[in-house]
């Protein structure tokens, strides 16, 4: 499976993006799908993830409220709506792939088999 992330750019605070991956060398069937990001001196924190089933998502303490996860399995695409955007939300945002994944684990970087190239956020105050 190959990602392809895109959607990012700069933005000021409070503004809104929409990230958008979309996969490719064969279909997202039984994947799990997320996001993550990495900030500059900073480990890679996650951001959201979705079940192949959807169902519930997962979201990190700190995006939750203002970040929203879907999918549209018909089209390979996983995307992130990013809303009430803070500077501290910047970063490069991976969006992942995987297929076995406890509950425990959807958190955990990793639980997943395939990494898009990342796509560059930066909210400005």
């Known amino acids: 499976v190959q990602l392809q992330a895109s959607g990012g750019g700069l933005v000021q605070a409070g503004g809104s993006l929409r990230l958008s991956c979309a996969a490719s060398?064969?279909?997202?069937?039984?994947?799990?799908t997320g996001w993550f990001r990495q900030a500059p001196g900073k480990e890679r924190e996650f951001v959201a993830a979705i079940r192949w089933s959807a169902g519930t998502p997962f979201y990190a303490d700190s995006v939750k409220g203002r970040f929203t996860i879907s999918r549209d399995n018909a089209k390979n695409t996983v995307y992130l709506q990013m809303n009430s955007l803070k500077p501290e939300d910047t970063a490069v945002y991976y969006c992942v792939a995987g297929l076995r994944i406890i509950l425990s684990m959807i958190r955990v970087p990793s639980s997943y088999d395939y990494w898009g190239q990342g796509t560059q956020v930066t909210v400005s105050s």
């Open positions: 060398g064969r279909t997202f069937s039984g994947y799990h």
